[in-house]
Structures are given as structure tokens and as C-alpha cells.
């Protein structure tokens, strides 16, 4: 496995700490939302503008892994005017990130309300911040301006849009990687959320079959589908079908849980570990959802909860894989 952070192509301490910790891969969050009146050079998802960042990674001392281009997408997955468009945008930018040699597009299915949350300062351990989701805190929330959108629909549109793209990501050679719904919960305010359970998750491997249609396996959610999180792993890492992991953890339930400190969350990490080094797991992995640390007084601006999250994986991993 290969230990990457999400921090922007911008060179700086962070990413400084990040080298000095031992950090040879970057994971690049962006939008694939196209920038209006902008000529495609200017596009965060066109050939140079992938290339630009990905030079400045390099330049850095790192190599661009993964890509998490995620935010729009909203007319394909309501099957909007627009949509055949917006599907064109991606099967642009998996051409262009095969020409490059960015193997890993991790995407996902929220239509609509995205990832949730209802407070991000609750107190943990020490004082440090973290998020949570109270799902009795939105039951009277009303439906969207979308009104009820149906699983049957969101498949309808998920199969519609996987027959179009994964052709073009076999041909660029990128693997795409399906982030689940954060939280794993459905409905929300009437919007159905179909990358919810393990279930669904076989079923979305299953509609368009291929080597490169799996999974971004977030393990913050996917503890909140299972109580059994490292057979979770060995069921779909021994089909070859893990592309990407966020390593996380939460405590709770899928409609009542909060974040936690790596080492402070109901999975058990080493065990995890060890599924993937039992499936032969070789991507990227990356550390996600940091606390809050700190007194307040100040902001954390190089990522001690960050450094703090590196030096912990690092040490399991080194001691599994021992």
C-alpha cells in the first residue's frame, strides 16, 4: 500500500512536513464543474491543466496518484437537460489523465445534498473538534426544490452514465473509484442515496462489468454499512475491485455517529491492514477527516492532526506488513 495526502499542488511547509515524514504521493481534489467562458486550457480538468498541476507535484518531490475530481456531475445524475455534456467533460478528463499517467479518478454519486453534516466542533478527546451527523436533526427538514427522487432512478442514471464512461476509462487505463454517500443513509430530505450499503456496492460492480468500474473505499463509511469492516475489505479486495481508500474512522451509526482520532474509532486499523495485505492491495491509501487540535486559539495551518494521523498508519502499516 501507498500512503498519499490531499494537500493542493502549492509548495510550502505542509507539503515540506509531508516529505520530511516520508510522503511520496499527492492526492489532488478539484472540481469538475466547467468554468464558464474559460478558454479549456483554463479547465481544472483539461489536459494542462492536469499537467500543470501535476508538474508542480513533481517539482515538489511527489507524484500525482489519484484524482479526486468530484463536485457538479448533478445533471447526469438527475438525468437533466445537460447531461450527455457533462458526461463528455468526464470521458475529456479520463483521456486526459491516461495521456498523463494518472491511474486513479475516485468520483461519487450525492446528487444534490453531498456529504452531511450537522455539527463540525463537537468535543473530543483532549478538546480537539470533530464532525458528526444527527440524522434526528434534519427529519423535518423538507424536500428539496428536486422533490422524491427514487433508487430506481438513481440507478436508471448511474447505469446510463457508467456505460458511457467506463469504455473510455478502459481505453485511457484509469481506474475509477466510487466514493460511497457520506452518510451512508437513504433517503435524506427525499433524495434517494444508492452508494449506501455493501449490497449496492456489489450491485454497482456488477451493472457495468470491468476491471475498471470499482471502488473508493472510505473507511468512515463503509464502518457505518458493516459491523465486520475487514471482511468487508477481503470481499471486495480479493475481486480486484479496491481502487482507492480513505483511511478514517467514526463511532456510531449510519444516522447517529461522530468522527474520530485514528487510533479513537470503533474499527480495528490493524486489522484492516492486514486484509489488505492478505487481498495483495497495492494502491493508494490516504488519511482523511482530520480533527480539529489545538487550543482554538490559533489555525492549524501545518496539519498536526495530519502529521499526528501519518506517523500513526505508517506505524501500523510497517508493523502488518512486517
Known amino acids: 500500500m501507498k500512503i498519499a495526502v490531499c494537500l493542493p499542488p502549492e509548495p510550502g511547509l505542509p507539503w515540506t512536513l509531508m516529505r520530511q515524514c516520508g510522503i511520496?504521493?499527492?492526492v489532488c481534489h478539484d472540481s469538475l464543474v466547467t468554468i464558464p467562458n474559460a478558454a479549456e486550457a483554463d479547465q481544472p480538468w483539461s489536459l494542462a491543466g492536469l499537467r500543470r498541476k501535476q508538474e508542480i507535484y513533481a517539482k515538489i518531490?511527489?507524484?500525482?496518484?489519484?484524482?479526486?475530481?468530484?463536485?457538479?456531475m448533478e445533471q447526469i445524475k438527475l438525468a437533466l437537460s445537460g447531461r450527455d455534456e457533462e458526461i463528455d467533460v468526464v470521458c475529456r478528463m479520463l483521456r486526459n489523465m491516461?495521456?498523463?499517467?494518472?491511474?486513479?479518478?475516485?468520483?461519487?454519486?450525492m446528487p444534490i445534498l453531498g456529504v452531511m453534516r450537522t455539527a463540525r466542533d463537537l468535543p473530543t478527546r483532549g478538546g480537539a473538534q470533530v464532525s458528526a451527523f444527527h440524522h434526528e436533526a434534519l427529519r423535518?427538514?423538507?424536500?428539496?426544490?428536486?422533490?422524491v427522487v427514487t433508487e430506481e432512478d438513481q440507478w436508471n442514471n448511474l447505469k446510463y452514465f457508467l456505460e458511457?464512461?467506463?469504455?473510455?476509462?478502459?481505453?485511457?487505463g484509469v481506474k475509477m473509484a466510487m466514493h460511497p454517500d457520506d452518510p451512508p443513509l437513504s433517503p435524506i430530505r427525499g433524495i434517494a442515496r444508492i452508494m449506501s450499503s455493501l449490497e449496492n456496492y456489489q450491485r454497482l460492480l456488477d451493472l457495468v462489468p470491468s476491471p475498471m468500474n470499482g471502488i473508493g473505499l472510505c473507511q468512515g463509511n463503509f464502518a457505518l454499512m458493516t459491523d465486520d469492516l475487514p471482511a468487508a475489505i477481503r470481499h471486495f479486495g480479493s475481486q480486484g475491485k479496491i481502487h482507492f481508500v480513505h483511511m478514517r474512522d467514526v463511532r456510531g451509526t449510519a444516522d447517529h455517529f461522530q468522527e474520530a482520532f485514528h487510533d479513537d474509532g470503533q474499527s480495528d486499523l490493524a486489522?484492516?491492514?492486514r486484509a489488505y495485505r492478505d487481498v495483495g492491495y497495492e494502491g493508494v491509501y490516504r488519511p482523511d477527516h482530520y480533527p480539529k487540535m489545538g487550543?482554538?486559539?490559533y489555525a492549524d495551518e501545518l496539519g498536526i492532526a495530519r502529521l499526528f494521523a501519518v506517523g500513526y498508519l505508517k506505524?501500523?502499516?510497517r508493523v502488518v506488513y512486517a
Open 24 to 26: 511520496d504521493y499527492a
Open 61 to 72: 518531490g511527489v507524484e500525482l496518484a489519484v484524482w479526486e475530481g468530484r463536485p457538479g
Open 98 to 109: 491516461g495521456e498523463l499517467g494518472i491511474k486513479v479518478w475516485c468520483s461519487m454519486w
Open 140 to 147: 423535518d427538514e423538507p424536500l428539496t426544490e428536486y422533490g
Open 164 to 172: 458511457k464512461v467506463v469504455p473510455v476509462a478502459e481505453e485511457a
Open 271 to 273: 486489522e484492516c491492514f
Open 295 to 297: 487550543d482554538g486559539s
Open 315 to 317: 506505524g501500523i502499516q
